[in-house]
C-alpha cells in the first residue's frame, strides 16, 4: 500500500514569495491533515478536512495561508506571502480509521 | 485545556542500555487516547502505539514497553537494551474523544551511541 505522498521535499524561498504544497493521501483515506513543525517543536495541526469539507481550520493563519481538497483527494496548501517565521517542515497525514499516517513532509526555508 | 509534556529535551545512551522517555499529559475529558510517534532522520512520523483512557494495562511489543498510568496523568515509553537504529525523535501525543486532532508533545531526541 503506497503511502501519504508530498511535494517537493524541499522549498527554499525569499520572504514575501509564495509557496504551495501538494499532498496525496492513502487512497480511500477520508480524513486529510496539515501539520506545522518548527525545529524543536511537535507537529501543529494546520487544518483538517473531511473529504473535500473544511473539519478545523482554527489554528491556520488565515491572512496568510489557504489549503483546499478539491475533489476530496488531493491537497494543497499555500503560503502568500511567506515570512521567516514559516520556515518549518509542513506534514500532510490521513486518517481512514484512527491511526494518522504520514507523509515525509516539505521543510520549507524562508530567506 | 490540552497539554502533551515531554520535558526531556534530549536524551544519549550507549547501545543496550535501557532508557525511558518520560510523557506527562493534561485534559479535562474523561475519555481520551494517547499516543507515541517516532520520527526518523528522514521526517516521517511512524505510529507507534495508540492507549485509550480506559484502559491503563501496559503493553509491550518487543523491546518496546510503555507504562500508563492516570493517578500521575503520565505515559511513559521504555526502550529495552537499545540499539543505534532506535536514534531518533519522539513524540507523545493526545487526542480527545469527539475529534481526530493530536496534541503534541514538544519531542524528545533520543541518541543511541554505538
Known amino acids: 500500500e503506497a503511502g501519504v505522498a508530498q511535494s517537493p521535499r524541499y522549498k527554499i524561498i525569499e520572504k514575501r514569495q509564495s509557496v504551495a504544497f501538494w499532498c496525496n493521501p492513502i487512497?480511500?483515506?477520508?480524513?486529510l491533515y496539515w501539520y506545522q513543525q518548527i525545529l524543536g517543536q511537535g507537529p501543529k495541526l494546520l487544518i483538517q478536512f473531511q473529504n473535500n469539507g473544511v473539519v478545523d481550520d482554527s489554528q491556520l493563519p488565515k491572512d496568510r495561508f489557504s489549503a483546499e481538497r478539491l475533489k476530496g483527494v488531493d491537497s494543497t496548501l499555500k503560503i502568500q506571502p511567506a515570512k521567516l517565521e514559516d520556515s518549518a517542515v509542513y506534514l500532510c497525514?490521513?486518517?481512514?480509521?484512527?491511526?494518522?499516517?504520514f507523509g515525509p513532509g516539505t521543510r520549507l526555508t524562508v530567506l | 485545556a490540552q497539554k502533551v509534556t515531554q520535558a526531556q529535551t534530549e536524551i544519549s545512551v550507549v547501545e543496550k542500555e535501557d532508557v525511558t522517555l518520560d510523557c506527562v499529559y493534561e485534559t479535562r475529558d474523561t475519555t481520551y487516547y494517547l499516543f507515541w510517534y517516532k520520527q526518523p532522520p528522514s521526517g516521517e512520523l511512524v505510529f507507534l502505539i495508540r492507549r485509550n483512557s480506559f484502559d491503563e494495562q501496559n503493553e509491550i511489543s518487543g523491546r518496546y514497553s510503555w507504562n500508563f498510568q492516570k493517578s500521575t496523568s503520565s505515559f511513559n515509553f521504555t526502550i529495552t537494551a537499545s540499539q543505534v537504529v532506535d536514534s531518533a525523535v519522539y513524540f507523545c501525543a493526545l487526542r480527545k474523544d469527539s475529534s481526530y486532532k493530536l496534541i503534541f508533545g514538544s519531542g524528545t531526541r533520543l541518541l543511541v551511541r554505538p
Open positions: 497525514a490521513s486518517t481512514l480509521g484512527d491511526e494518522q499516517f
Open positions: 487512497s480511500g483515506h477520508a480524513t
